[in-house]
């Protein structure tokens, strides 16, 4: 980066962003964002000519198996195993403040 962001900068994109800042944060920021924008600086120095675009680093296919039917439990065994039945459906504690 050329320009060494300042504290000015960094007060009046707060005040773009409608954020009040002291005059700790003020620093505070002012250094963290520097740091930032100098590694972006670094990134975008680097030859990436011979580089192809990627999405993940290693070369993943699908990794999902193939959704084939099979066995079932019975339902009978499965609702006797439950703490709770009602209406052959398993019964699970309210949510969003309903009365049970």
Known sequence: MTERI???HV???????????????LDAFTGQLADVLDHAADLEA????DVLPTAHPLPLVNVFRA??????????????????VEEE???VPPVLGEEP
């Open 6 to 8: 300042t504290r000015d």
């Open 89 to 91: 459906q398993f019964r």
């Open 46 to 49: 680097l030859d990436l000519t």
């Open 67 to 84: 959704d084939e039917p099979g066995p079932t439990s019975d339902r009978d065994e499965v609702l006797a195993a439950a703490p709770a």
């Open 11 to 25: 007060a009046h994109v707060a005040d773009l962003a409608r954020l009040t800042l002291s005059d700790a944060e």
